[in-house]
């Protein structure tokens, strides 16, 4: 790896306990040592990129979703224990055809068999879209051991551990539902709640204790849980205006550019719903019900924040019974490259 101090090229026995053997100073991420292979470059180009050379904000979610997101594209599977697997099986094999040994020819069979298992399992994509680490184990991993070296976060990173405190909901105000806490301490550092006067709430029930004609918005996971908060919200507040901004499904599922995450499946009541709203194609159920979403924290922070800002416009103030009136008409459209 290269000394993120002095770029020196170091060799594993040159760098014992995270320090630089040629330059003597202490480093926080070692590719050999932690599962994500991070080193304290990269880290720095991605958040770098993240903020647009700090123009934009970013938060350890968003981070957490961009150092992640080429080993969500890969499977658990280890390919070379499949070739290993296949020469040991050929090998043996052979060997026990040339001495008429026929246990060895059976252990060879089974060398083969096992690594045919292995082919399989990665044309099956075993493993596929699960996070190599956490989210939450990413902040009080890397994170910290970052923190422990710099006495800061990565630069543009901010801290997303507490959600944003923003005023209560009034009766008529703009009301932003976003469950995420990475993408509302975004949303809040990036200067949408101070610049629109917006409310920033994570639970849906507080939108349902301040009820009122004040249109709200919803900022979701393309997920069955996140499909289905706006809907929520419109059953308990029937009549108020209930926008989904989305993420929209339709802009992330089949795009290769869109590396989703896999979860826990749903349930079959929300499975219910999604099919009964109609919104959704065969395949895209089918998606869903294995437990796939695209996260809030995948979307590039510059384009979700400039989507987001287009909504809270479109929606205007309570006070304007038009601009009201035209943020009840559901999905906004997002950039095709949104994945």
């Given at each position: 790896?290269?000394c ?5 090229s ?8 995270n320090v630089?053997?040629k ?70 094999g052979?060997?026990?055809l040339?001495?008429?040994v026929?246990?060895a ?5 089974l060398?083969?068999?096992a ?18 680490l ?7 991993g ?11 976060l990565?630069?543009g ?20 539902v ?8 975004f949303l809040?550092?990036?200067g ?35 499909l ?12 108020r ?21 896999r ?54 103030t ?6 009201r009136r ?5 999905f ?8």
């Open positions: 790896m290269i993120p101090h002095c770029e020196k170091l060799l594993r026995k040159e760098r014992p306990g630089c053997g330059c003597g100073r202490r480093y926080a991420l070692d590719p050999k040592t932690n599962l994500l292979k991070l080193n304290d470059l990269r880290v720095r180009r991605i958040a770098l990129k993240l903020t647009r050379d700090g123009q934009v904000p970013c938060t350890p979610g968003q981070l957490w979703y961009a150092v992640s997101r080429k080993s969500l594209r890969d499977t658990d599977v280890e390919m070379g224990c499949a070739g290993v697997l296949l020469v040991a099986g050929v090998v043996v052979l060997l026990g040339g001495s008429d026929v246990g020819v059976v252990v060879g069979g060398f083969l068999l690594a045919f298992g292995f082919v399989i399992a990665e044309m099956m994509g075993v493993g596929r879209g699960r996070p190599r956490a989210r939450q184990n990413f902040g009080t890397p994170l910290e051991e970052w923190k422990s070296v710099y006495h800061s990565p630069p990173v901010i801290d997303d551990s507490h959600y944003p405190t923003t005023p209560a909901p009034s009766g008529d105000g703009l009301v932003l976003c469950p995420d806490p990475s993408i509302a301490v809040h550092a990036a949408l709640t101070a610049d629109h006067g917006l409310t920033l709430v994570a639970d849906p029930r507080a939108v349902t204790a301040a009820p009122g004609l004040g249109p709200v918005l919803v900022l979701h996971d393309a997920d069955a849980r996140g289905l908060l706006a809907h929520r919200i419109r059953t308990a507040q029937p009549g205006p209930v926008v989904d901004i989305g993420l929209p499904l339709g802009a992330v599922h089949g795009s290769a550019r869109a590396v989703p995450v979860g826990e499946p749903p349930g079959p009541r929300a499975m219910e719903l999604l099919e009964h709203s109609g919104e959704f194609s065969p395949a895209q159920l089918k998606w869903l019900g294995k437990g796939w979403g695209f996260p809030l924290v995948g979307v590039e922070p510059a384009k979700l924040l400039a989507v987001v800002s287009r909504a809270v416009e479109r929606a205007g309570a006070d304007d019974p038009e601009r035209a943020a009840s008409v559901g906004l459209t997002w950039p095709e490259e949104g994945g």
